[in-house]
């Protein structure tokens, strides 16, 4: 499985910005999909995480309730809304696959990913 990320950009603080993730391949319904994010000289961390089918996402306390997740498996592709940024949200943000059942104690695990995509630039300025 291919990941290509795209839509990152640079937004005030307070704007909108939607990042898109396309996948190769005729497996992606079937995977589990997230984002993550890494700012300068910082680990990379969990963003958001969405399951094969959809129903069931989780969020980093951080983004909660300003970032939303989602997917249409049709089109292969998963997105992240983000809304309210902040210039904390600066990061280069990254799309990440992996395939089994979905699972509420290890979604966060970068390690748990075997697919990533190549990363897209967010900039919020203040």
């Known amino acids: 499985v291919q990941l290509q990320a795209s839509g990152g950009g640079s937004v005030q603080a307070g704007g909108s910005l939607r990042l898109s993730c396309v996948a190769s391949?005729?497996?992606?319904?079937?995977?589990?999909m997230a984002w993550f994010r890494q700012a300068p000289g910082k680990e990379r961390e969990f963003v958001a995480a969405i399951s094969a089918s959809g129903v069931s996402t989780n969020y980093a306390n951080s983004v909660k309730g300003r970032f939303t997740i989602s997917r249409d498996n049709d089109k292969n592709t998963v997105l992240l809304q983000m809304n309210s940024l902040k210039p904390e949200d600066t990061a280069v943000y990254y799309c990440?696959?992996?395939?089994?059942?979905?699972?509420?104690?290890?979604?966060?695990?970068?390690?748990?990913?075997?697919?990533w995509g190549q990363g897209t630039l967010v900039t919020v300025s203040s």
């Open positions: 990440a696959g992996r395939t089994g059942t979905y699972s509420y104690t290890n979604y966060d695990l970068k390690e748990r990913y075997r697919y």
């Open positions: 391949g005729r497996t992606f319904s079937s995977y589990t």
